[in-house]
C-alpha cells in the first residue's frame, strides 16, 4: 500500500533548533503536515485531539520524556497503532533496548543524516519515493 | 576509668552539637568534643590508650593541615567566581551556536525557496545542498545537549564546595591570605570574547574612541 504523505506527522523535541531540522528534512521528503511539541505530555495533548500517522520523538525532554510518552501512547486504545520513531543522542544499548521493550518501531541515533531519516521511515511506513 | 560516664558526658556534648548544627559539623567543633574526651582520660590511661591517644593527636593534626591546605584553595572563590563564571561562558556557547544555526537554516530555507524558479536538474542539485545543511546543523543540538552536562557536572561541584565552606565555617575563608590586587599587566588584558551581558557593541566602542579626541 503507497504511503500517504499527506499524512499528519507529530515531531517532538525540545530543541527548538532540532524541531526545525526535522521538519525541513520532512518537507524534503514530501511530508508537509508536520505539527510540533517541545515534550512528552504537550505531544499526548495534542495526540488525544488529533489525528496522526507518525510520530518522531526525541527522547531527553523534560516535563515527560520521550521513552514515557512510548509507553502513555503504547497504554492508549486509541493510540496504540501508531508508528512511533525515537530520535535522540541515547545511544547506549540498555535505552534501544528499553525503547524496545515499551513498543518503539524504530530508533535513530543523533547526529543523523536525511538517507537514515528515510530509512528507518520506509521500514515502518512502507517504502515512499 | 568510669567508662560509662565518659561515654554519657561524650553522648551528651555531640547531642547538642547536632542540635545546634544538624549533619553539617565544624572542625573545630569535632577537635572540642575530642580534646575534652581526651581530658576525662588524664590520670587514668595505660600503655595501650597512650598509643590511641597519640593515633588521635596526629590525627588531630592531620586535619588541621588539611584545613590549611583546603583553606590555601580558597573555596568561596571557587564557587563564586571560577563556577560561576564558568557556567555563565557555557551558557553564552549554547546561546551564540543556536542563534547562528538559526541564522544558517533560515539562508538554506530561502536558498530551498529560489527551487522553483530553476530547471529541474538545478533544483534538485538545491535540494541536495540544502539537506546537507540541514544536517550539518543537528550538531547544535548535540553540543547543547554535552554543554547542559558539564554545566550539571559544575552544579554538583559547585553543591559539594558549599557543603565544604559550611563544615569549615566562616574562618575558612577569613584564614587564607588575600592577594595583594597587583597592577594590571598585558595579558589580564586577554579576557575576550566578553559574555553579552559584559560586551559593548561597536557604537559604545566609538563612542569611547570619540572621548579621546
Not at chain 2, 554535552?146 to 569549615?168: D, G, H, P, Q, Y
Request: glycine residues 6%; hydrophobic residues 45%; charged residues 30%.
Amino acid at each position: 500500500m503507497a504511503v500517504d504523505k499527506n499524512m499528519n506527522v507529530l515531531i517532538v523535541d525540545d530543541y527548538k533548533t532540532m524541531l526545525r531540522i526535522i521538519r525541513n528534512l520532512l518537507k524534503q521528503l514530501g511530508f508537509n503536515n508536520v505539527d510540533e511539541a517541545t515534550d512528552g505530555s504537550m505531544a499526548l495533548q495534542m495526540l488525544r485531539v488529533g489525528n496522526y500517522g507518525l510520530i518522531i520523538s526525541d527522547w531527553n525532554m523534560e516535563p515527560m520524556t520521550g521513552l514515557q510518552l512510548l509507553r502513555e501512547v503504547r497504554a492508549d486504545a486509541k493510540l496504540k497503532s501508531i508508528p512511533f520513531i525515537m530520535v535522540t543522542a541515547e545511544s547506549k544499548s540498555e535505552n534501544v533496548i528499553a525503547a524496545k521493550e515499551a513498543g518503539v518501531s524504530n530508533y535513530i541515533v543523533k547526529p543523523f543524516n536525511a538517507e537514515t531519516l528515510k530509512t528507518k521511515m520506509s521500514s515502518v511506513l512502507g517504502d515512499f519515493a | 576509668m568510669a567508662v560509662k560516664g565518659v561515654d554519657r558526658d561524650l553522648e551528651l556534648r555531640l547531642d547538642a552539637i547536632r542540635r545546634e548544627h544538624g549533619d553539617t559539623v565544624g572542625v573545630e567543633k569535632i577537635a572540642e568534643v575530642v580534646r575534652a574526651m581526651l581530658d576525662t582520660m588524664t590520670g587514668d590511661i595505660d600503655g595501650g590508650d597512650l598509643k590511641l591517644f597519640r593515633e588521635v593527636e596526629s590525627l588531630a593534626d592531620y586535619i588541621h593541615a588539611a584545613k590549611a591546605e583546603i583553606a590555601a584553595l580558597r573555596p568561596g572563590e571557587i564557587k563564586n567566581e571560577f563556577i560561576a563564571s564558568a557556567t555563565d561562558e557555557l551558557d553564552a556557547i549554547v546561546g551564540a551556536t543556536e542563534a547562528a544555526t538559526n541564522e544558517i537554516m533560515d539562508s538554506a530555507e530561502h536558498l530551498e525557496s529560489l527551487a522553483p524558479m530553476m530547471d529541474a536538474e538545478v533544483a534538485e542539485r538545491l535540494t541536495e545542498i540544502t539537506t546537507r545543511i540541514f544536517e550539518a546543523c543537528t550538531f547544535q543540538d548535540i553540543t547543547g545537549q554535552r554543554i547542559t552536562k558539564v554545566v550539571r557536572m559544575l552544579k554538583e561541584i559547585e553543591t559539594r564546595v558549599e557543603s565544604l565552606v559550611k563544615a569549615f565555617g566562616g574562618e575558612i575563608e577569613a584564614s587564607a591570605p588575600r592577594q595583594e590586587k597587583a597592577p594590571v599587566t598585558d595579558e589580564d588584558l586577554l579576557n575576550g570574547p566578553q559574555l553579552p551581558s559584559g560586551a559593548a557593541d561597536q557604537a559604545e566602542i566609538d563612542r569611547l574612541l570619540a572621548s579621546f579626541d
